[in-house]
């Protein structure tokens, strides 16, 4: 059974950071691309960014409003990908979802207010 | 962008469901996915490629379209089909989600 857990949600201030981590079973993880992504209250899906395969050098891409703020990485021995989250502003409050093609966690809240 | 229309989709369980999705741009590859919400859950997976169906989605939910337009079918509404719909291009530089698609039971 593919299982995909997200874990690091909590209460942060603005300007703050978090970090966000995402761990998949039951799959090679090694192969896939996971991609975050994250629903503000009430509001739709906002694809966040993602991390290519090692074999696909390990790459990086990320939407516009989280560049330069937002880092993601892998560690492909632990089967998980991590979502690094710097300057946090309110607009960043949401539920954050961890995909893995088809395979979606069922999210953990970051909460940005002081 | 991805633009979705209607907003929102009155219709009674047993009737036939078309949700459409635009996009500003041709999509390449013909990479769009369709996703269901319900409240309080994670997104899930319906069709990727435009019409092929994800894993253990039945039959009655089906893709179509190319370049720029392309539809969520739903044949005969089941009450448990009531939810939020949202289209997903998806390609090497990025994704990008359409704004939804409330279904709501009349």
């Known amino acids: 059974e593919i299982q995909v857990v997200e874990s690091g949600g909590g209460l942060v201030q603005p300007g703050r950071s978090l970090r966000l981590s995402c761990e998949v079973s039951?799959?090679?993880?090694?192969?896939?691309?996971p991609t975050w992504v994250r629903q503000a209250p009430g509001k739709g899906l906002e694809w966040v960014g993602f991390?290519?395969?090692?074999?696909?050098?390990?790459?990086?891409e990320y939407a516009a409003s989280v560049r330069g703020r937002f880092t993601i990485s892998r560690d492909d021995s632990k089967a998980t990908v991590y979502l690094q989250m710097n300057r946090l502003e309110i607009e960043d409050t949401g539920v954050y979802y961890c995909?893995?093609?088809?395979?979606w966690g069922q999210g953990t809240l970051v909460t940005v207010s002081s | 962008v991805l633009t979705q229309s209607p907003g929102t989709l009155s219709l009674s369980p047993g009737e036939r469901a078309t949700l459409s999705c635009r996009a500003s741009?041709?999509?390449?590859?013909?990479?769009v996915a369709w996703y269901q919400q319900k409240y309080g859950q994670a997104p899930r997976l319906l069709i990727y490629?435009?019409?092929s169906r994800a894993t253990g989605i039945p039959d009655r939910f089906s893709g179509s379209g190319s370049g720029t337009d392309f539809s969520l079918t739903i044949s005969r509404l089941q009450p448990e089909d009531f939810a939020v719909y949202y289209c997903?291009?998806?390609?090497?530089?990025?994704?990008?989600f359409g704004q939804g698609t409330r279904l709501e039971i009349k």
């Open positions: 995909s893995v093609e088809e395979w």
């Open positions: 997903q291009q998806y390609g090497r530089s990025g994704i990008t």
């Open positions: 991390i290519r395969s090692e074999l696909k050098g390990g790459t990086t």
């Open positions: 741009q041709s999509v390449s590859n013909n990479y």
């Open positions: 490629g435009a019409s």
């Open positions: 039951g799959l090679r993880f090694g192969d896939y691309a």
